[in-house]
């Protein structure tokens, strides 16, 4: 013991948490006391040190408790001959911390005490008995933690378990939860789920809340009614909140094993299916449940992350039309939108993941036009109701939206009085609360004229804009059955245009089947499927499938003596079609027919030579001028000729007069002549 006098005494005291020192003020008191068991061990005063760093931190772990790293660290250095705490469990109540410890101060040879004895964890028996204490404590902590849980769950399972109410909700001295009384409150709440329900995305929320200057309820650090410029993160809380549809959950979030710089433990939300308890028809609710799963599944499809959460994203501006609803039908994996070159949808998981080569890329186009006229087949015959429905849910989200603003106003000029009344009751001699006071008057004052301008501005335009007659509105809902046409206005954003496909279609999966054909499944929203086949435009005949099959044809008939036109009826009316027309042009006709050197029988297209007249080439060489020297002249109208309106080329009376003519236009005695057009073929 002799040696151990000679280094200082340390009294480690903690307790496990604020709450335990603020209230256990005897077990902190039997703590500092044992300063007079160090005594009696025959240490001095002068060297016996207090560490009391870590009241108020658990002992579950050592990483963020600096009193016992200082003690640790004194250990090593040599400077410590004991260790006195109430009991081992203040210490540590984990034994990867403990065991170290016992190792360290019996290389050292520093004992432990606490109120039962003194133990040397160098010799074999203290070993034995500190390594029994700290496993006992270790067991202790889960054990004690098995309980507590197994209470709250328990009353969890009843419902009776409270729980800070989100704003909105209340709840009385008897336990019982309400709805907040002030009407204002309430309203507000419904509108954030109204106005989602109808937008569809949380962005469209807030849009709708700033551009009337509407303010949510939250719950302030005090539990009080605070109101906030609305953000994603509060409308979210809101519309994720169970206990807005009448449930008491427990268990929305666990643990991810690993813990934050300031040691708090990082959790994360669990799914709706792994939520640990629910009890329905516990609040007042503000939806029902069945639109408040409605509301989460809409959340989890904004969401887009195509390979982790399956989903389809929020209705963007892109011109792709089925942006979010598109899957390969190779390999089963989403699609993505490419607008560099044209709009296009392209399947490149493979390619990110795998380093494979790229799946599919298709023209979006053609595909969108052949969905967008499936989706009108299949919603003409309920169109106009559609329509009916569609401007009543918008006259009611006005009519809440301007409720909303009316109670804001009124809000505010209650707060504005409320000021007025506090600053008349002050000592105008107290120039400083009266200032404070006079401030917060204005500001109030402020407020409410900003909003009072901004609700009778509103209203103003309001009157002017939706005035319509009964005879308007009936021509109005007549337009249902003109929705195609609708769909090309202007006005018509490509996002609602998503929206609506959307209500009708789940999926579209696509599969080029060939280079100009590609399968189309629509999947609807009923679980139906619609097949179509697209044809794309492709660069050149032989790309096509048919399109030896029509070359052959095309020489075929052109050889039987029919000619270009009739050859291209009698193939589009067979199916064929042209590269980058979905028939079969002359001019296609032609060129197969030319390049493989067949030429019409009787009348020809073009004559080589008519008797009477000359073309360019032949008038040239009776000049000694090259063909591009009339030409140049003909486009700049120094020669004035039209094309003949049968041979379809520039033809000059075979004259002596005209070659004389034109001989002094090359000599510049003329600057300018006129030719006649043949009278009759």
């Keep these: 013991m002799g040696s151990h006098l000679?280094?200082?005494?340390?009294?480690?005291?903690?307790?496990?948490?604020?709450?335990q020192v603020m209230t256990n003020q005897e077990s902190l008191r039997l703590q500092y006391a044992l300063r007079q068991r160090a005594n009696d061990l025959g240490w001095d005063d002068t060297n016996i040190d207090v560490v009391d760093a870590d009241l108020g931190l658990s002992g579950s772990t050592a990483a963020h408790r600096e009193g016992f790293k200082d003690v640790i660290a004194r250990?090593?250095?040599?400077?410590?001959?004991?260790?006195?705490?109430?009991?081992?469990t203040r210490l540590a109540r984990n034994c990867s911390d403990w065991y170290p410890l016992l190792d360290l101060c019996g290389y050292r040879q520093c004992l432990i005490a606490d109120r039962d004895g003194v133990y040397d964890p160098g010799s074999t028996n203290g070993r034995l008995l500190l390594g029994l204490k700290g496993t006992?404590?270790?067991?202790?902590?889960?054990?004690?933690?098995?309980?507590?849980?197994?209470?709250?769950?328990?009353?969890?399972?009843?419902?009776?378990?409270?729980?800070?109410?989100?704003?909105?909700?209340?709840?009385?001295?008897?336990?019982?939860?309400?709805?907040?009384?002030?009407?204002?409150?309430?309203?507000?709440?419904?509108?954030?789920?109204?106005?989602?329900?109808?937008?569809?995305?949380?962005?469209?929320?807030?849009?709708?809340?700033?551009?009337?200057?509407?303010s949510i309820p939250r719950r302030d650090r005090f539990g009080d009614i605070a109101w906030r410029t609305p953000s994603a993160?509060?409308?979210?809380?809101?519309?994720?909140?169970?206990?807005?549809?009448?449930?008491?959950?427990?268990?929305?979030?666990?643990?991810?094993?690993t813990t934050y710089a300031s040691g708090k433990l990082k959790t994360a939300r669990c799914p709706m299916a792994e939520w640990k308890v629910v009890v329905k028809d516990r609040y007042p609710a503000y939806i029902d449940w069945d639109g408040f799963e409605r509301i989460q599944a809409m959340?989890?499809?904004?969401?887009?992350?195509?390979?982790?959460?399956?989903?389809?994203?929020?209705?963007?501006?892109?011109?792709?039309?089925?942006?979010?609803?598109?899957?390969?039908g190779r390999c089963g994996h989403k699609m993505s939108i490419q607008y560099k070159g044209g709009s296009r949808y392209v399947c490149n998981s493979l390619l990110n993941h795998q380093g494979k080569t790229l799946c599919q890329h298709l023209p979006a186009d053609p595909i969108d036009a052949q969905v967008v006229a499936a989706f009108f087949a299949a919603i003409a015959p309920a169109e106009v109701e559609a329509w009916r429905r569609a401007l009543n849910a918008r006259q009611q989200t006005d009519e809440a939206?301007?409720?909303?603003?009316?109670?804001?106003?009124?809000?505010?000029?209650?707060?504005?009085?409320?000021?007025?009344?506090?600053?008349?009751?002050?000592?105008p001699d107290n120039r400083l609360i009266a200032a404070e006071l006079e401030r917060r008057w204005e500001r109030a004052l402020r407020e409410l004229r900003q909003a009072e301008e901004a609700l009778t501005t509103r209203r103003a335009t309001k009157s002017k804009s939706?005035?319509?007659?009964?005879?308007e509105q009936n021509e109005f809902l007549a337009l249902g059955p003109h929705l195609p046409e609708l769909w090309q206005r202007p006005d018509v954003s490509r996002a609602d245009k998503k929206q609506l496909l959307r209500t009708l279609i789940d999926k579209v999966v696509l599969h080029r089947i060939t280079r100009d054909r590609i399968a189309v499944r629509i999947v609807w929203c009923g679980g139906e499927i619609s097949q179509l086949e697209v044809e794309p435009r492709v660069h050149a005949l032989h790309a096509l499938t048919r399109g030896t099959e029509m070359q052959a044809r095309i020489l075929e008939l052109a050889r039987q003596g029919f000619d270009d036109a009739e050859i291209a009826n009698t193939l589009t009316q067979e199916g064929h079609r042209s590269p980058r027309r979905n028939y079969v042009p002359v001019r296609t006709v032609q060129i197969v027919r030319q390049r493989h050197r067949v030429l019409q029988d009787g009348?020809?297209?073009?004559?080589?030579?008519?008797?009477?007249?000359?073309?360019?080439?032949?008038?040239?060489?009776?000049?000694?001028?090259?063909?591009?020297?009339?030409?140049?002249?003909?486009?700049?109208?120094?020669?004035?000729?039209?094309?003949?309106?049968?041979?379809?080329?520039?033809?000059?009376?075979?004259?002596?007069?005209?070659?004389v003519a034109l001989r002094e236009l090359k000599t510049g005695a003329r600057d300018y002549l006129v030719f006649d057009p043949r009278a009759n073929k």
């Excluded at 939706?466 to 005879?471: D, Q």
Aim: charged share 25%; glycine share 8%; hydrophobic share 40%.
């Design 299 to 328: 959340l989890r499809d904004n969401h887009a992350e195509y390979q982790r959460n399956q989903t389809r994203g929020v209705p963007r501006e892109g011109a792709a039309i089925l942006q979010g609803i598109t899957w390969c």
């Design 75 to 88: 250990v090593t250095l040599g400077e410590i001959g004991i260790i006195l705490s109430y009991e081992v």
């Design 401 to 427: 939206l301007d409720r909303a603003e009316e109670q804001q106003v009124e809000r505010l000029r209650y707060q504005a009085l409320l000021a007025e009344r506090q600053y008349n009751r002050v000592d």
């Design 603 to 659: 009348v020809a297209t073009r004559a080589r030579h008519i008797a009477g007249w000359l073309p360019v080439t032949a008038m040239a060489k009776r000049l000694g001028v090259s063909s591009s020297w009339i030409k140049r002249r003909i486009r700049s109208g120094t020669i004035d000729i039209q094309r003949d309106p049968w041979d379809k080329r520039f033809l000059f009376p075979d004259t002596e007069a005209s070659i």
């Design 136 to 214: 006992i404590s270790e067991v202790e902590l889960h054990t004690l933690r098995g309980r507590l849980t197994a209470g709250l769950r328990a009353k969890a399972e009843r419902g009776e378990l409270t729980l800070l109410l989100p704003a909105g909700l209340e709840r009385d001295a008897n336990g019982v939860a309400s709805k907040d009384p002030s009407r204002e409150v309430q309203q507000r709440i419904s509108l954030v789920f109204t106005t989602f329900l109808e937008g569809g995305s949380v962005g469209k929320v807030i849009r709708s809340f700033r551009d009337r200057a509407l």
């Design 6 to 19: 000679c280094r200082r005494a340390v009294i480690y005291i903690r307790q496990s948490t604020p709450h």
């Design 233 to 257: 993160s509060m409308i979210s809380g809101i519309l994720r909140n169970p206990a807005y549809a009448g449930a008491f959950v427990y268990g929305r979030t666990k643990s991810c094993r």
């Design 466 to 471: 939706a005035m319509l007659t009964p005879e």
